[in-house]
Nanobody, 111 residues
Framework: QVQLVESGGGLVQPGGSLTLSCVVS????????MSWYRQAPGKQREVVGG???????YLVDSVKGRFTISRDDAKNTAYLQMNSLEPGDTAVYYC?????WGQGTQVTVSS
């Protein structure tokens, strides 16, 4: 059974940074990609970006230049590094791997 455990969310001021982690168990992590999503209050869940098993990454335009996705296959972990955070980034962030979801972690950007 594939399980994903997220961590790293919190409250940060505009312009600040956070790094989210997603640890995967029950999967050959290095053979599959990982995607990150977010869901703001009252809105649908939307993709933020992802990383393939090769390490190739993609990010949606709204976070390009501010967010970075990486992975450490030795630790079965993917990361979402978020810089220059804006109030519009406030959401619950989820990781997705092989159609399994993490529990979500709240990111709040506010002064």
């Amino acid at each position: 059974q594939v399980q994903l455990v997220e961590s790293g969310g919190g409250l940060v001021q505009p312009g600040g940074s956070l790094t989210l982690s997603c640890v995967v168990s029950g999967s050959f992590f290095n053979q599959y990609g990982m995607s990150w999503y977010r869901q703001a209050p009252g809105k649908q869940r939307e993709v933020v970006g992802g990383i393939a098993s090769s390490g190739h990454t993609y990010l949606v335009d709204s976070v390009k230049g501010r967010f970075t996705i990486s992975r450490d296959d030795a630790k079965n972990t993917a990361y979402l590094q978020m810089n220059s955070l804006e109030p519009g980034d406030t959401a619950v962030y989820y990781c997705n791997h092989r159609e399994s979801w993490g529990q979500g972690t709240q990111v709040t950007v506010s002064s």
